[in-house]
C-alpha cells in the first residue's frame, strides 16, 4: 500500500461518524487527488474539511505529509511539529522531522531528530543511511564512512549504500573492500546499473581488464555510455592487444565530440600496433593539441612583453617564438618580433624574415597600420 493511501485511509479514520454519509464523494476526491499526485488539490480539500483549530494528531499527520508532497514544507513543518508538542516520542514523528529539515537543507536540525532515534534504536538503517547523507552534506567524511558501513552492516543488499561506501574504499585505493561490499549487493540485484558502474571501476583498478570488458559492455547495452565507461573500455582493449575493438571504442567519444588526450592517445597507440603510423601521427598531434591549454600561446606572448619592457631582449625573444608554436594565427607575434629585431637588436636579415611572416598573413584591417609600417620597413631593409 502507498504512503499517500495509507494516511488517506487514516485520516477517514479520523473523520466523525455523522458526516460519513455526506462526505462519501468529498472522499473519492480526495483518493483521486491522491492517485493523480495532485498534492497541492488535495491538502486545499483536507484543510476545507479540517478547519483550524485542529488537534487530532491523525489529521496534522495527512496535513503534514500532504504539504510536504505538495512543496510546502514550511506548512509541513509546521503541522509536525504540532504533533511534536503532543508526542515527543514518537520515532516515526521524529524520522519525518529529521527528513524534511534535510530537505530543506538544516542538517544541524535533522542531525537531532536522527540521533533521538537512536538513542531508542540503535540498529536503524534508514537512519544511518540519512546520517550519511549529512555528514557528506557537511564535509565530516569520516562520519559519513562509519555511518554508511553501520548500514551497509545492516542491510548489505541496499544498492546505494553500497554504491556510496564503494566509493569510499576506491578513493582509498582499497579495491578488495570495495569489491566485497558491491559483490554483496550485486548478487541480490545483478542488474542494477549504479552497481555494475561501481564493480567496472574496482576491476579496472584491480587490473582485471577482460572483467573491465564485460561489465562495461553491459553498461552501454543498459544506456549507460558515460565518458568514464567508454576510457576503461576502450584501455582494457588496448591492454589485453584488441587494437581494433579500442579504437572503435574511442570513436564514440571522437562522434560525440567528448574525445581526450587520454582517448586520442590510446587511439594513436593502437594505430602504432596496428603499423599504421599515418594516422597514428594524426591521434597523437590530436593528443597533443588537447594536452595544452588553448591560452598558452598568450601567457608566453605577455611573457614576452615583460621581458621586453624590462629589456631582457633575449628572453623576450624567446618565449616570443614559444606563443609561436602555441598559436594558430600568429601573425601579430610575428610583426612584435620583427619590430624587435629591427629596433632593439638591430639584426635586419631576421627582422625582414618575420616582417615578410607578417605580411604574408593577410593582416585584418584594424591592424593596417602596422602592415603599412612592415611593408615599408621591408622596403627599406631589402635595400
Do not use: W
Request: glycine residues 4%.
Amino acid at each position: 500500500m502507498k504512503p499517500s493511501f495509507l494516511l488517506f485511509i487514516l485520516i477517514l479514520g479520523a473523520r466523525p461518524s455523522f458526516a460519513q454519509q455526506n462526505n462519501k464523494s468529498g472522499d473519492a476526491l480526495l483518493l483521486e487527488y491522491y492517485q493523480n499526485q495532485h498534492f497541492a488539490d488535495a491538502l486545499d480539500y483536507l484543510r476545507k474539511t479540517y478547519p483550524e483549530p485542529v488537534t487530532d494528531s491523525k489529521i496534522l499527520s495527512g496535513l503534514a505529509y500532504t504539504s510536504q508532497m505538495a512543496g510546502k514544507l514550511g506548512d509541513a513543518e509546521g503541522y509536525y511539529l504540532r504533533i511534536y508538542q503532543k508526542d515527543s516520542s514518537s520515532v516515526s514523528l521524529q524520522y519525518n522531522l529529521g527528513n524534511l529539515y534535510l530537505r530543506r537543507g538544516n542538517n544541524g536540525k535533522a542531525l537531532i531528530y536522527f540521533k533521538q532515534i537512536l538513542l531508542k534504536d540503535s540498529t536503524n538503517f534508514n537512519v544511518y543511511k540519512q546520517l550519511a547523507t549529512i555528514s557528506y552534506n557537511t564535509g565530516d567524511l569520516k562520519a559519513d564512512s562509519s555511518y554508511l558501513q553501520k548500514a551497509n552492516q545492516i542491510n548489505p543488499i541496499d544498492p546505494d549504500v553500497a554504491a556510496d561506501l564503494a566509493t569510499i574504499f576506491i578513493n582509498q585505493k582499497s579495491y578488495p573492500k570495495a569489491d566485497t561490499i558491491v559483490s554483496k549487493a550485486l548478487n541480490a540485484d545483478t542488474s542494477n546499473l549504479l552497481l555494475l558502474h561501481q564493480e567496472a571501476i574496482i576491476s579496472y583498478h584491480m587490473e582485471k581488464f577482460q572483467q573491465t570488458i564485460t561489465l562495461c559492455q553491459q553498461l552501454i547495452a543498459g544506456g549507460f555510455v558515460s565518458g568514464d565507461v567508454i576510457n576503461m573500455l576502450g584501455i582494457s582493449y588496448f591492454t589485453v592487444k584488441r587494437y581494433n575493438k579500442c579504437i572503435s571504442a574511442f570513436e564514440i567519444l571522437e562522434t560525440n565530440k567528448t574525445a581526450s588526450e587520454t582517448s586520442y592517445y590510446y587511439t594513436a597507440m593502437s594505430y602504432k600496433a596496428l603499423h599504421n603510423q599515418d594516422t597514428a601521427i594524426v591521434y597523437l598531434n590530436k593528443a597533443i593539441k588537447k594536452a595544452i591549454s588553448s591560452n598558452v600561446d598568450s601567457y608566453y606572448s605577455e611573457m614576452g612583453d615583460s621581458y621586453e619592457k624590462i629589456h631582457k631582449l633575449n628572453k623576450a625573444v624567446n618565449a616570443y617564438q614559444k606563443s609561436l608554436l602555441y598559436d594558430s594565427k600568429p601573425m601579430i607575434i610575428y610583426y612584435v618580433l620583427a619590430n624587435l629585431y629591427d629596433s632593439e637588436l638591430k639584426n635586419k636579415t631576421i627582422a625582414v624574415k618575420y616582417y615578410r611572416k607578417y605580411v604574408k598573413t593577410n593582416p585584418p584591417q584594424v591592424q593596417s597600420v602596422y602592415l603599412t609600417y612592415a611593408k615599408s620597413r621591408l622596403k627599406k631593409l631589402s635595400h
